[in-house]
């Protein structure tokens, strides 16, 4: 049971009175970890203390929130198919809102110096006859790039589209939230997530809780992404304690408990991630690849509807055809050489390039094609190995996930040599051989899982942090999480040894470059929802 809407003073009353409710409600969420309680409680005060200074002690409100998200294994594969491995974070972002009788939303945030007051008319942005043709609508808006009010913009405009004739009543917001921002731990998504739990209670509407995920994926395009809905299903179906071991065509959920003795440490790197438009790229590279590899093997094409399709138990073939069927790729591919191979396409091609620019060298077709099958394979394995305690094995396909984003290795006498992930000829023919051979060693090795591939998405500052945790007694896997080029690395160590870690890292990363409070050991809460 959710507390719902009261009067400000009255959840200002509740928080500073421990209440019964309120407490058992928290603890729900949180834990009965009373440091992890304690520690969110803040956040609370200064969310409900925004909302007042903005519109008043005594309206009536309700708090919505959204858990920051790591995906522990499944990098880049949430739109292809394949698994992700998620848990919710003990940071979030919290979202205060009164219902309005116009359809104004007016947005306050505690960050004040950073986040300026903001407001729009839903009408105004989406008039009726615009409604209900949201892919088209997303393609001509024009938005300013970056700005955080794109994110609560996303969430209003496609309730009000799906709902194209109930106009929605607006909102008087306050938002306040911890989860470092553009660190790769979904603060963006958190606003979606959020802002459409709120929207939706306070209007009365509905969508069926399991198809919430996908609803914010495609909110989430109006800000410029062109991704899937990993890290909101994270946020909106994650329970404590566990890990969401999840795959979407169809959704299927599965919480699987987190292994005891272990903890994750997420360590931020500093480094904001790129704009959407290098991401957006890979995705249309996924796209490219299975378009051309359905043109060329037409026996297949029927089957194949998602890259997590391409795999030989699917097709019933043997795993050194699909290492052929890579090999007839190109490493590297221009638009006009993709528009040639592609006659028939030239529409989806279109929508592809749209949200990036082409790539200089062409893009990075078979590198990256190998990457998402093998990272479906790789976190497809997550669930078996983490209900058995494996973490070793774990954490062996997590450096190996990270060597497929991998753009340097810091080496023995500390300098580094830049990665190159191209997937040549020669590399597909020594698989195929090694997968055809006696040999058990080499077959071991070939299997698909283990091959990193190349999807490029890391950065100096998120190898050098997986290259130094990886020193340290006690670390079993590291790798990036998000979408890469910045944010964060999730660092996966024994209990016993988390301040070895810690220590290591604020020694020989950190504090030479003049940072600090970077490093967060995450404890798992529940998923988003009203308090």
Not at 137 to 166: C, K, M, S
Not at 194 to 207: M, P, V
Not at 265 to 280: D, K, L, Q, R, T
Not at 304 to 319: C, G, K, P
Request: glycine fraction near 8%; aromatic fraction near 6%.
């Amino acid at each position: 049971m959710i507390i719902g809407q009261q009067p400000i003073s009255k959840w200002q009353d509740d928080l500073n009175t421990r209440s019964t409710h309120l407490t058992n409600h928290l603890k729900a969420i949180y834990g009965n970890d009373l440091d992890i309680l304690e520690s969110r409680l803040p956040l609370y005060k200064q969310a409900l203390q925004t909302f007042a200074n903005a519109y008043g002690m005594d309206r009536d409100a309700i708090i919505s929130r959204a858990p920051g998200r790591i995906n522990l294994l499944g990098n880049h594969i949430d739109h292809r198919g394949g698994h992700c491995n998620y848990i919710a974070i003990n940071r979030e972002t919290l979202l205060v809102a009164s219902l309005r009788n116009d359809d104004r939303i007016v947005i306050h945030n505690a960050l004040t110096d950073r986040f300026k007051p903001c407001e729009f008319s839903i009408s105004d942005l989406l008039p009726p006859e615009k409604r209900g043709q949201w892919l088209n609508y997303i393609e001509t808006v024009g938005i300013v790039p970056h700005d955080w009010e794109n994110y609560i913009r996303a969430a209003v405009l496609h309730v009000q589209d799906h709902f194209a004739d109930t106009a929605l009543k607006g909102l008087d917001i306050a938002i306040a939230g911890d989860i470092p921002i553009a660190a790769g731990l979904s603060s963006s998504s958190s606003l979606v997530v959020s802002t459409l739990e709120a929207i939706l209670h306070l209007n009365e509407l509905e969508i069926p809780h399991l198809e919430k995920a996908e609803f914010c994926g495609r909110a989430e395009w109006y800000a410029g992404t062109r991704g899937g809905s990993g890290d909101h299903a994270a946020m909106l179906y994650a329970e404590s304690q566990s890990v969401v071991h999840l795959r979407f065509f169809p959704l299927t959920t599965e919480d699987v408990p987190l292994p005891s003795g272990y903890r994750v440490v997420a360590c931020n790197s500093c480094v904001e991630h790129a704009p959407p438009g290098i991401f957006n790229e890979r995705i249309a590279t996924y796209e490219i690849g299975l378009m051309l590899v359905k043109k060329q093997f037409p026996q297949y094409a029927s089957h194949l509807e998602h890259l997590r399709d391409l795999n030989a138990d699917h097709l019933e073939i043997s795993q050194a055809d699909i290492y052929r069927i890579l090999r007839t790729l190109p490493e590297r591919m221009s638009r006009a050489k993709i528009r040639t191979a592609l006659p028939e396409h030239q529409d989806r091609l279109d929508t592809l390039f749209s949200p990036h620019n082409e790539p200089k060298e062409g893009y990075r077709v078979r590198q990256v094609m190998l990457f998402g099958l093998a990272e479906c394979a790789r976190s497809a394995q997550c669930q078996d190995l983490l209900k058995s305690g494996n973490m070793e094995g774990f954490g062996q396909l997590k450096y190996l996930s990270h060597d497929g984003d991998r753009q340097f290795t810091l080496v023995t006498d500390g300098s580094e040599s830049q990665q190159n992930n191209r997937i040549t000829d020669t590399a597909l023919d020594i698989l195929i051989a090694d997968l055809e051979s006696k040999d058990s060693a080499r077959i071991s090795a070939a299997q698909i899982y283990n091959q990193p591939g190349g999807y490029d998405c890391s950065c100096r500052e998120l190898d050098q942090l997986v290259d130094l945790a990886s020193q340290v007694d006690g670390v079993v896997g590291a790798g990036l999480t998000g979408g890469g080029l910045g944010g964060c690395v999730l660092v996966f160590v024994r209990e016993e040894a988390v301040d070895s870690l810690l220590s290591t890292l604020e020694t020989k990363f950190y504090t030479p470059r003049g940072l600090s409070d970077a490093m967060l050991v995450c404890a798992s809460v529940a998923g988003s929802g009203l308090i």
